[in-house]
């Protein structure tokens, strides 16, 4: 079968190989995959930065965001059957077995030793066919066969955005404005359950104001501010701010939109060396305005059941808006191609079955 993968640590690595077809254990189910998205992490893994094979392979195939069909399933799975759609998460148990891990929140593991699909230790889904754990796998209604492919990066926005409103639990507090740094396919989700929320919702990036990707955050009710024309410092102060850039300047200079009793959740990788002028000032800023920053990576089964809810209120609210996110859909052989950036990409996705 054909399997997009990288040689781990390897600069542009990235090919198209010839893989068995994987087989099951009891517990398992093999996936026949419709469509993988692409993300930053897909890139950074070919350009070498991360990504570990499985234990005695040189390869590891590339993949986290995926929408499957059931094909087969092990002896012990109960719950799903073969034609069933299905998204599996990404992250699996580490290998301690740790107390966040064994109740099923390995998106909190303690150890930080986890496996993850197309990441680190586990195979991804870049493949014709892929194997998952029954337990990580998320049923998916047909009529959302469109748009679940999504519903991987929908995760980590529901899970920023929940985490938020339950550490706010800490007072009595009613947010009015929030802020989204970065209009890319995180940004826009996480505008989207903000907007769903009734929340002002402003969105920041760079882009002209007539890219598609301002259109749509224009559509769902945001308000775009482009950093080129607008400084930050003009417009005002929020309840809420999610930094999905993983710009260290942007985020320092958000930490002063903050309002009073405010919560900030960051959810990029912050590689860039930056000092910080005066972080005794920030500190105390955080103190005597009761402010949070707390950090959010990956997901688990529930914000992705969370996630699937949300899509049926999303598309019905903002008309089908969720496709318009899916800006390119290529084939396989053309994975050089889906790793590319360009302007007006949203989200790019591979099709591994040749039928829609
Ligand atoms: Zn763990």
Known sequence: MKAIAVKPMQKNSLQLIDLPRPEINDNEVLL???????????????????????????YLVIGHECLALVEEVGSNVQNFKKGDLVVPTVRR??????????????DMCLTGNYLEHGIYKLNGFASEFA??????????PKELRDVAVLLEPLSIAEKAVYQSYKIQERMIWDPKKAVVLGIGPLGLLIAFLLRLKGLDTYVIGRDPSDSLRVTIAKEVGAIYVNTRETPLSTIGKFDMVF???????LALEAIDMLNHNAVFCLLGIYREVKECGNFGNVLTELVLRNRVIFGSVNANKRHFEMGLEHIFEIEDRWN????RLITRELKPEQFAEALKKYPEDIKTVIRFQSSP
């Open 32 to 58: 026949k995959v419709l469509y993988v998205g692409v993300d930053g992490t897909d890139r950074e893994i070919n350009e070498g930065i991360y990504g570990t094979a499985p234990e005695g392979s040189d």
């Open 243 to 249: 930094e999905a850039t993983g710009s260290v300047s």
């Open 131 to 140: 194997v998952s754990d029954a337990d990580y796998l998320v049923k998916v």
């Open 93 to 106: 148990p580490c290998p301690e077995n740790c107390f966040n891990c064994r109740n099923f929140e390995s």
């Open 320 to 323: 089908n808006v969720l496709n």
